[in-house]
């Protein structure tokens, strides 16, 4: 399969490249300047919750296509929201996701829980936006940035009051750990190929520091695995396309959580 990592990175910087032509990032720092945006701890729900959900609005995938091409993201979120998800995440890359910043917005005004921006972010401008849009944290894919590129944006995140999810493939990704980064994911999916091994989590989970706060995602399907990745060391756990392909996300995850606690 082609990689279709590096074909979304490329896409993406000519993708902010024109965002910074319309909307110059000196745009956004005067907004930001006089704006003010609730922030709300993914680490510190993430720590209270007994189950660790982060739900994730996900309408399509490269691999698959669409999931859910209907979906409304304030309608999902609220579901997610009352069902009882920890977190939330919300895709805002358009081409492969079908996911947009407008998603991002209606979703952090909708819900008082956490919510993340999962994008590509490959260029600070996108942290920007991800502030302004209402977002609580960021992802950080290590491969789609350097080290410097990482240190620099979890830098800045800190800087504008947001929290970063660090995101690992492999173990030469380790490096990118700094003291900086408290929280730390392990996607099950590789970028490249989109194949799924659930495995991944386990084989990598001894080469994190315990001091942070570690989260599995992609491919979790079934609350067994959740116990086992919980009893493994994880507190979070990633979940989009097994709620999202339902007709019904909030009503899937319902279910979901009641037979995590039956086990």
Known sequence: MQDILNEIITHKKREVARQKEEHP??????RLST????????????????????????????????INRSAEATTVVQAYELAGAAALSVLTDEPYFGGTLTDLRAATKSVSI??????????EYQIYDAKLSGASAILLIAAAITKEESKRFTELAG??????????????????????????????????SFVTDIQKSF?????????????????????????????????GFLI?????????????????LKDIERL
């Not at 993340?116 to 490959?122: D, L, N, P, T």
């Not at 520091?209 to 493994?232: C, N």
């Not at 989009?240 to 979901?256: H, R, T, V, Y």
């Open 240 to 256: 989009g396309e097994n709620f999202m392909k339902s007709d019904d996300p909030g009503e899937s995850l319902g279910a979901f």
């Open 114 to 123: 956490p919510v993340m921006r999962k994008e590509f972010i490959v260029d």
């Open 25 to 30: 990032l000196s745009m956004l720092e005067q």
């Open 35 to 66: 704006e003010s945006v609730p922030f709300y701890s993914l680490k510190t729900a993430l720590e209270k919750s007994s189950t660790g959900i982060i739900a994730e609005f996900k309408r399509r995938s490269p691999s698959k296509g669409w």
């Open 159 to 192: 800087e504008l009051h947001l929290e970063v999810l660090l995101e690992l493939h492999d173990e030469r990704e380790t490096e990118y750990i700094t003291e900086h980064n408290r929280l730390i994911g392990i996607n099950n999916r590789n970028l490249g």
């Open 203 to 235: 084989r990598m989970i001894d080469l994190l520091p315990r001091e942070a706060l570690l989260i599995s995602e992609s491919g979790i399907s079934d609350p067994q695995v959740v116990r086992e990745l919980r009893d493994a060391g994880y507190r």
